[in-house]
């Protein structure tokens, strides 16, 4: 989404939720907060089960010396 997509899109949002009342706003709060939670668990999930699938590609002789020159460049 580009950025003005996004500007006009927060733009529509504030207008709409300045009409919805109080429990309103509430319940959309809770929704948004466990829809931010389950995507959160799920970057986690991806960005843990590629570094695993990446590390059994390698065979450890090759891992060893990976972190050997990653090592040397610091």
């Known amino acids: 989404m ?3 997509e996004k500007i006009k ?7 709409g939720f300045q009409k919805l009342d109080f429990e309103e706003l509430h319940m959309i ?3 948004l907060n466990k829809e931010i939670e389950i995507k ?3 970057l986690f ?10 590390e059994r590609k ?8 990976t972190r050997a020159i990653d090592g040397f460049g610091e």
């Open 29 to 31: 709060r809770d929704t």
């Open 2 to 4: 580009k950025a003005t």
């Open 58 to 65: 390698l065979p450890k002789e090759i891992r060893q010396r």
């Open 45 to 54: 999930r991806g960005e843990k089960l590629h570094k695993a699938v990446e």
């Open 9 to 15: 899109l927060m733009m529509r949002l504030e207008k």
């Open 40 to 42: 959160s668990k799920l």
